[in-house]
């Protein structure tokens, strides 16, 4: 599910900072591209990728962005190998990219991801279990794989519409380790 917005998330916007300067990034399930546009014009070399060809076109001409169109439920994952200064997900979950995407992001770099959870069904869609977090889901899989959470938050939000949603910030350790406490 995308927003139609061109305004990036609040959440999004206030740790894109984070992301190691000059880094690649990588905006995915991007829909209109409203992070790979926010995330270039920090200088960033933005990878948009999305199944939807005609909502990555509105992407054509973007200085520092450039588009893939590939089916990351049902194709290959297009990063085998690849590693990313930054990695950001809205709107989107699909569990079996969860390992993956964290396997691409590079030492020292950012992931931040923002989505629905259980509970959003009251809201409306998506309202499938399959697509909606579980309750710390988010936060478990960051520590599992090592990474340093810098924020997280889960509850209801009434901007930009009602929703149960789950919001983290974390980063990869240069050393692949968690720094000490």
């Known amino acids: 599910m ?11 916007r206030r740790f894109a900072p ?7 990034a990588l905006d995915l399930a991007c829909g209109g591209g409203r992070h790979a546009r926010l995330l270039a ?25 450039s588009v893939r169109v590939a089916d990351l439920e049902h194709g290959p994952w297009p990063y085998a190998g690849r590693r990313f200064a930054g990695i950001v997900v809205a709107n989107y979950l699909h569990r079996p990219l969860l390992p993956l995407i964290e396997g691409a992001l590079a030492d020292g770099g950012v992931l931040i991801y923002e989505t629905f959870m259980e509970g959003n069904e009251r809201f409306g869609r998506p309202s499938n279990p399959d697509f909606l977090l579980r309750s710390q889901e988010l936060l478990q899989v960051a520590q599992a794989a090592g990474l340093r959470v810098v924020a997280y938050e889960e509850g209801e939000v009434s901007v930009p519409k009602a929703a149960a949603v789950q919001r983290l910030c974390a980063v990869r350790s240069p050393s692949g380790r968690l720094p000490p406490g």
Do not use: K, Q
């Not at 995308?2 to 999004?12: R, Y």
């Not at 984070?18 to 690649?24: D, M, Q, R, S, V």
């Open 41 to 65: 014009g920090l200088g960033h070399r933005v990878e948009a990728v999305d199944r939807n060809a005609e909502a990555l076109a509105r992407l054509a001409g973007v200085a520092g962005v």
């Open 2 to 12: 995308h927003c139609e917005t061109l305004e990036p998330s609040p959440w999004i």
């Open 18 to 24: 984070l992301l190691p300067a000059g880094g690649e």
